[in-house]
Structures are given as C-alpha cells and as structure tokens.
C-alpha cells in the first residue's frame, strides 16, 4: 500500500492497519506476537524518521495476543468451506483485529464501525473479494451470543 494511500486513512483506522501489519509481521517471522510489538515501539523510539506505535495500535495488538485462542475459534466459526490457516494471512490478521475489537475491547465502539473500517483495510490491502468475506465472518462474530451493540 502507498503511503499516499495510507495518509488518507483517519487516525483510528491507521492504528488498526498498524495493529495488522504488526500481526503479520510477528506471523511471518514465526516471534511473539509482544515481542515484534515491543521490538517495534523501541525502533520507533530511537528512529526519528520512523512513525510511533499509536497507544489504539498497542492496544489492538496486545488485546489479540491476550485473546488470541478465542479470538481465532471465534473467526474459525464462521469459515465456511476454509479453516484459518488457509486465509491469506493479511485476511487472517485483519479479521483478528476487528475480532478482537468485536468481541473484547471495552471502548464502546459500534459493532458496524469496526467492520466498516476492517472492509475499508480489506479493500487496500487484500484481493477484491477479501472485503466482502471479510464483512460476512465479521457480521456472524458480532451476533456471537447476541453480542450487538
């Protein structure tokens, strides 16, 4: 994605699709998910060139790291015909994100605007048909046990 592209992203979105690129970054790297965060955070710290970890960002990663079982069977639910570790691996973080967000976080954010921002991610990062599936398995996680807000 273009920086460009990114820049028109509000800040709250940002923080989501940084929160997704640190998740795939400790998944491609095979670490833990905190220390991939941490390890970001520092660089940022001394590199004045290189963009800080939004507190929404550390935030977003640690709760999915905390939560990362039950957020994963959550998402695994409702794949029909797939099984998690099939997804692209930027579908797969993404839905963790919004997942986690759905279903754990404690800010009141409404159901409908973390889906809205992770199919607006989707749409940037993944194929054409990423957003769609992705809104699908998000709608059914947020109905999980009559969760709506």
Not at 25 to 45: G, K
Not at 62 to 89: C, F, K, M, Q, S
Request: glycine share 4%; with cysteine; charged share 30%.
């Amino acid at each position: 994605m273009s920086e460009k592209s990114l820049a028109r992203f509000p800040a709250r979105r940002k923080a989501r699709k940084r929160a997704v690129d640190v998740l795939y970054e400790a998944e491609q790297r095979d670490e833990p998910i905190t220390r991939v965060l941490e390890a970001r955070r520092l660089l940022a710290m001394r590199d004045a060139q290189m963009a800080g970890i939004p507190e929404y960002t550390m935030k977003l990663v640690n709760g999915v790291a905390d939560h990362l079982d039950a957020v994963d069977d959550a998402i695994a639910a409702y794949l029909e015909g797939w099984t998690l570790d099939r997804l692209p691996a930027v579908d797969r973080n993404i839905l963790r994100v919004a997942a986690y967000e759905l279903l754990y976080n404690d800010e009141s954010v409404d159901d409908a605007v973390v889906i809205s921002e992770a199919v607006k991610i989707a749409d940037v990062l993944c194929g054409e048909d990423s957003p769609s599936f992705i809104n699908g398995v998000l709608d059914g996680i947020a109905k999980i046990n009559g969760h709506t807000r």
